[in-house]
């Protein structure tokens, strides 16, 4: 049963244009959302989060939207660089006491020049 | 800062026999997590140690397990390996305070023939 849901494997934009990786959850106990980036050979980095007790946050070029309503989260890129070009995995965490997180299984996403 | 560090980074087993991975965490971090990433799957959570204490184990069987020492350096071993068991391992580490943001390093890949 996947709890965190990336529909999209693959995602391809324009340099310059936006991109938008989408993400669903079915696990009402989620309350921190997160996105992570990963190049080829290296291990995932942190890029943004977001608690359930909001709806938007913006990092610079990043912003991340919440609707809980439709458990579903979404990450915004504006705009997008080749350097972007990556895997972005969705993940979720509960309230627990522990580091627990629960990921998509990622979209690649590719910003043409 | 030294990131963390995973050893070895590739690794070749056979049928039946058993693993033991290494990750030093980050300089003050107390959290190491453990996730398990092959294709079909994606990231998969393995278990958390914070303090020496498995705080938290994902859904894997018990020839899984892992231990935190006083220095907060991990180790996880897997028994009997299984070709399934072909997969890299993600080690994280974190401050513990259930933030979700992890620093991951660059994965132990095994492959098992």
């Known amino acids: 049963d996947q709890q965190v849901k990336q529909n999209s494997p693959s995602l391809s934009v324009q340099e310059g244009r936006i991109s938008i990786l989408n993400c669903d959850y079915t696990?009402?106990?989620?309350?921190?959302f997160l996105w992570y980036k990963k190049y080829p050979a290296e291990g995932p980095t942190f890029l943004i989060s977001?608690?359930?007790?909001?709806d938007k946050n913006e990092d610079g070029r990043f912003t991340v939207f919440l609707n809980k309503s439709a458990k579903h989260l979404s990450l915004h890129i504006v705009p997008s660089q080749p350097g972007d070009s990556a895997v972005y995995f969705c993940?979720?965490?509960?309230?627990?006491?522990?580091?627990?997180?629960?990921f998509g299984k990622g979209t690649k996403l590719t910003v043409n020049p | 800062k030294a990131g963390v560090t995973q050893t070895p980074r590739y690794l070749i087993k056979t049928r039946g026999q058993q693993v033991t991975l290494s990750c030093s965490p980050i300089s003050g971090h107390r959290s190491v997590s453990w996730y398990q990433q092959t294709p079909g799957q994606g990231l998969q959570f393995l278990f958390e140690?914070?303090?020496?204490?498995?705080?938290n184990k994902g859904n894997f069987p018990g020839r899984f397990s892992g231990r935190q020492f006083s220095n907060s350096r991990s180790e996880m071993n897997v028994s009997t390996l299984e070709l399934g068991d072909s997969a890299l391992y993600l080690c994280?580490?974190?401050?513990?305070?259930?933030?979700?943001?992890?620093?991951f390093g660059e994965g132990s890949r095994l492959t098992v023939l």
């Open positions: 994280a580490s974190s401050l513990g305070i259930n933030t979700g943001e992890l620093f």
């Open positions: 140690y914070f303090s020496e204490t498995q705080r």
């Open positions: 977001i608690s359930s007790i909001k």
């Open positions: 993940a979720a965490s509960a309230q627990g006491g522990s580091e627990k997180l629960v």
């Open positions: 696990n009402s106990m989620f309350d921190y």
